[in-house]
């Protein structure tokens, strides 16, 4: 059984920075690529980034290149998402996930956190 924790999130003032993390209980942690995903109220559950198993293939979504850097660290079993220049639209529920793959998909995920609250205020 796989199971993700996440942590970090909280309120943050705009144009300040947050670091998420998410801790999973697997057994072969490194078999695992792992995303970031969010949901603002009201809205779908949108693609963050994703990181391969490595570490070595990264990518974002537009609307937080530049800004958002995801990173792992496979020997403690851990992903995390830095959160720098945050805006109030960054505001969501943020949601860490691991699967066979880094797709930007999340049907293509197979086990999910319980989602860490951020807010950004103005």
């Known amino acids: 059984q796989v199971q993700l924790v996440e942590s970090g999130g909280g309120l943050v003032q705009a144009g300040g920075s947050l670091r998420l993390s998410c801790a999973v209980s697997?057994?072969?942690?490194?078999?695992?690529?792992m995303g970031w995903f969010r949901q603002a109220p009201g809205k779908e559950r949108e693609f963050v980034g994703a990181?391969?198993?490595?570490?070595?293939?990264?990518h974002y979504a537009d609307s937080v290149k530049g800004r958002f850097t995801i990173s792992r660290d496979n020997a403690k079993n851990t992903v995390y998402l830095q959160m720098n220049s945050l805006k109030p639209e960054d505001t969501a529920v943020y949601f860490c996930?691991?699967?066979?793959?880094?797709?930007?998909?999340?049907?293509?995920?197979?086990?999910w956190g319980q989602g860490t609250q951020v807010t950004v205020s103005s």
């Open positions: 996930a691991a699967g066979p793959s880094d797709s930007i998909y999340n049907d293509r995920y197979d086990y």
């Open positions: 697997v057994r072969t942690f490194s078999n695992y690529a």
């Open positions: 990181i391969n198993w490595s570490g070595g293939r990264r």
